[in-house]
């Protein structure tokens, strides 16, 4: 299952579609609080918007990780350049999946995520 911590709705519907459609299970949570509820049922993949509305990202992938050292967790954001990867990295986050997506290589990117964990 991938959870996907996302506070743009018609961003979160697409990448529900785009991974459905690829035969994944989708768990969609539209704030951090409710991604954590949501993680408390486990997950194989995280996806985290560095920009949400009640904590950003880069505070929440510490609370992610309580019990969870294991699972891939992925900032997903529109936000770009060398500064920010360095703070993702920096962050403890698995990796980097920048927005807009072009669907086949964001489901490509998925796969490789799930593969290497």
Do not use: W
């Amino acid at each position: 299952m991938v959870l996907l911590v996302e506070d743009n709705t018609p961003i979160r519907r697409l990448i529900e579609a785009v991974l459905g459609n690829a035969g994944y299970s989708v768990c969609a949570a539209p704030n951090g609080r409710a991604g954590l509820e949501a993680m408390e049922n486990g997950a194989d993949l995280v996806l985290v918007d560095l920009e949400l509305p009640d904590i950003n990202g880069f505070e929440l992938i510490k609370q992610l990780r309580v019990g969870h050292e294991r699972v891939p967790i992925v900032a997903f954001s529109s936000h770009t350049g060398r500064d920010v990867e360095a703070r993702i990295a920096e962050a403890g986050f698995d990796g980097y999946i920048p927005k807009p997506i072009d669907p086949t290589d964001f489901v490509e990117r998925v796969e490789g995520f799930l593969r290497a964990s």
